[in-house]
């Protein structure tokens, strides 16, 4: 989280985001920022997978002690082992979160007030 | 290679990232590391909503099921002789299974307690940091990180200084 990492680092700590995000983080304005296309939930890999998890930490580090300036964003090559449309449907929740569902009802609710305040034409009353 | 942000993000919540006004943070705050990372003290901090069953309360899932446009500012601690059948997970806007078998994926302290053994890192603090990454929407359509900004993200960061540490890797979720 950018705004996370702003804070931490203007107490003098140094901060390495690693994201899924990165070109958001880098629009937002982050301190440094390691981009990974893993699924949202796993920014160092699959649970129990030791090599991928320190892969990804590593270059962390190496990013963290190499950047010189602000909003050093770098894209890491690794890929996600299992297809898109697995990984896509894997990290999300069961139930749709409250936010989803609220904005879901929302647009319905916008959509039926739309239909009945203009009736298609040639409707039968 | 370019990494795509929304390669796992539903259209919906894509197209709200994409419309999203952000205002970039200026000036960027920017620590130089002090030490190599073999000297440095290093400190964890995930956004993925986790806590220590043993002795915290879960995040306030119950208020924003009932207001689905504010989300619990607080933070957790998890030690770095956390258990992990003690960890709990419960983040709305995730699938929890992954982080209930292996916080590492997203809060790696056992990987760095290895490197610490291996001396790769200097060493690695006594507490790490678990936020919640849903902060729900401010008037103007934001993510609403007034409470992180003003007073979570910095008594974080003072417990940090207090724990002598140099660096921190931060995970959103």
Redesign the interface.
Request: aromatic share 8%.
């Given at each position: 989280?950018?705004?996370?990492?702003?804070?931490?680092?203007?107490?003098?700590?140094?901060?390495?985001?690693?994201?899924?995000?990165?070109?958001?983080a880098e629009?937002?304005?982050?301190?440094r920022a390691a981009?990974?296309?893993y699924?949202?939930?796993?920014?160092?890999?699959?649970?129990?997978d030791?090599p991928m998890?320190?892969a990804v930490?590593?270059d962390?580090?190496?990013l963290?002690?190499a950047?010189?300036?602000?909003?050093t964003v770098t894209?890491?090559?690794y890929q996600w082992p299992e297809p898109?449309e697995i990984?896509?449907k894997?990290?999300?929740?069961?139930?749709m979160?409250?936010?989803?569902?609220?904005?879901r009802e929302r647009t319905l609710a916008a959509r039926a007030e739309r239909e009945r305040a203009t009736p298609e034409p040639g409707t039968p009353p | 290679?370019?990494?795509?942000?929304y390669?796992?993000?539903?259209r919906?919540?894509a197209s709200g990232?994409e419309q999203q006004q952000?205002s970039?943070?200026?000036?960027?705050?920017?620590?130089?590391?002090?030490f190599?990372?073999n000297q440095s003290r290093f400190?964890l901090?995930t956004?993925?909503g986790i806590w220590d069953t043993t002795t915290d309360q879960p995040f306030d899932y119950a208020r924003?099921?009932r207001?689905?446009?504010w989300g619990d500012p607080t933070y957790r601690v998890i030690p770095r002789d956390f258990r992990q059948e003690r960890i709990g997970a419960g983040?709305?806007?995730?699938?929890?299974d992954?982080?209930r078998?292996?916080i590492?994926?997203?809060l790696?302290i056992t990987?760095?307690i290895?490197?610490e053994r291996a001396r790769?890192?200097g060493s690695l603090a006594p507490s790490h940091y678990s936020?919640m990454?849903?902060q729900?929407?401010g008037p103007d359509g934001q993510?609403n990180?007034a409470a992180?900004?003003q007073q979570y993200?910095?008594e974080?960061?003072?417990r940090?200084?207090d724990e002598g540490?140099?660096?921190?890797?931060?995970?959103?979720?």
């Open positions: 989280m950018p705004v996370l990492a702003r804070v931490i680092e203007s107490f003098g700590i140094s901060t390495i985001v690693v994201t899924m995000m990165p070109n958001y629009r937002c304005g982050v301190p981009g990974v296309a699924p949202f939930g796993h920014p160092f890999g699959r649970p129990g030791v998890q320190l930490i590593r962390a580090l190496r963290l002690a950047a010189t300036h602000p909003n894209h890491l090559p898109q990984a896509y894997a990290w999300q929740p069961r139930e979160s409250p936010v989803v569902r609220f904005m | 290679m370019r990494v795509d942000d390669l796992y993000l539903p919906s919540i990232y952000v970039r943070a200026e000036p960027v705050p920017f620590t130089p590391l002090r190599p990372i400190a901090v956004t993925a924003e099921q207001e689905p446009l983040h709305l806007h995730l699938n929890n992954d982080l078998a292996d590492n994926i997203a790696p990987r760095l290895e490197l790769e890192i936020f990454g849903w729900g929407r993510g990180t992180w900004e993200a910095p974080v960061a003072r940090m200084v540490v140099h660096a921190a890797v931060i995970t959103p979720t």
